[in-house]
């Protein structure tokens, strides 16, 4: 009888105690996910501007952190590659032109007004196809073989023309890791040197150094990649128009002995 009351007074004990229990751990995650819900709301009201403005200032810290003389030679050596290679994309765009349309024009012309109205049409007509169209018409007089090598020989000077300055861009491709290199060998020597007069060998002394050299390759690296890219799409374009002319040539040939015939 005793253990029939104690054990009836305990399950009224653990019945009275749970609620407030189980209203205490209700309360204690109700907090917690309130928090985590604040944190959430703060993180997703940051706006997009200020992380562009972190990666902005990141990049003009680590920058000016590279120092002032070997970074200010690699920038400009990105300056100056990128203005060639924009002039030479916009040159080889006005030099691109429609040669089979051209071509059938010439043709047309030929057969109506002769030799001077094709003429006429390659004046009216830019790129480096319609002048060695004109070249080729204005020797046709003297003879196909004639006009064959005015054709040759305009297609080299136009071959120099498409491809002027392009040198220049492969030689700041390769000068702006050489840079970079260098200012990585002197942020190395300057670190050794204060390691040679501090006596000691401390991270802080050479930590400087060391991602001054650093920076200066990454960039350097950053630049050649960079103008690497433009230079390959001028060489595929340049490429490109080359065959256009060759073909043409051929085709002028072409229509040129056909027409004496």
Same mark, same amino acid.
């Given at each position: ?9 305990? =399950?009224?004990?653990?019945? %009275? $105690? ?15 996910? %309130? ?23 990141? !990049? ?14 690699? !920038? !400009? /050596?990105?300056?100056?590659? !990128?203005?060639? %290679? ?6 080889? &765009?006005?030099?691109?032109?429609? $040669?089979?349309?051209? $071509? ?11 030799? &001077?109205?094709?003429?006429?049409? /390659?004046? &009216?007509?830019?790129?480096?196809? =319609? ?17 064959? @090598? ?33 200012? $990585? ?25 060391? @991602?001054? %050299? ?17 230079? &390959?799409?001028?060489?595929? @374009? ?22 004496? @015939?």
């Amino acid at each position: 009888m005793k253990r029939f009351f104690s054990l009836t007074f305990l =399950a009224l004990f653990f019945m %009275a $105690t749970m609620p407030n229990a189980f209203a205490q751990e209700s309360d204690s995650l109700a907090a917690q996910e %309130a928090e985590v819900a604040t944190e959430a709301v703060q993180e997703q009201s940051q706006p997009a501007e200020v992380q562009k403005a972190g990666f902005t200032q990141e !990049l003009k810290k680590r920058f000016i952190e590279g120092g002032p003389g070997f970074m200010g030679i690699v !920038l !400009l /050596c990105l300056i100056l590659g !990128l203005a060639i %290679a924009i002039e030479r994309i916009i040159f080889l &765009n006005l030099a691109t032109t429609n $040669t089979a349309k051209l $071509t059938a024009s010439i043709e047309g012309a030929l057969a109506a007004g002769g030799v &001077n109205a094709a003429k006429e049409v /390659c004046r &009216n007509t830019k790129g480096p196809v =319609a002048s060695i169209f004109y070249q080729g018409l204005d020797r046709s007089g003297e003879g196909v073989e004639s006009a064959e @090598k005015a054709v040759v020989a305009y297609g080299g000077v136009q071959m120099g023309q498409l491809e002027k300055n392009v040198s220049w861009i492969s030689l700041f491709i390769a000068l702006a890791p050489m840079l970079g290199f260098m200012g $990585t060998v002197i942020g190395m020597i300057q670190a050794f040197d204060k390691i040679e007069a501090a006596g000691d060998m401390q991270p802080s002394l050479v930590a400087g150094g060391i @991602k001054v %050299a650093l920076l200066t390759t990454v960039f350097g690296l950053i630049v050649a990649i960079i103008l690497q890219i433009f230079y &390959n799409y001028i060489i595929a @374009k340049i490429d490109s128009i080359v065959n256009d002319m060759e073909d043409a040539s051929i085709t002028l040939i072409d229509l040129l002995v056909a027409n004496q @015939k």
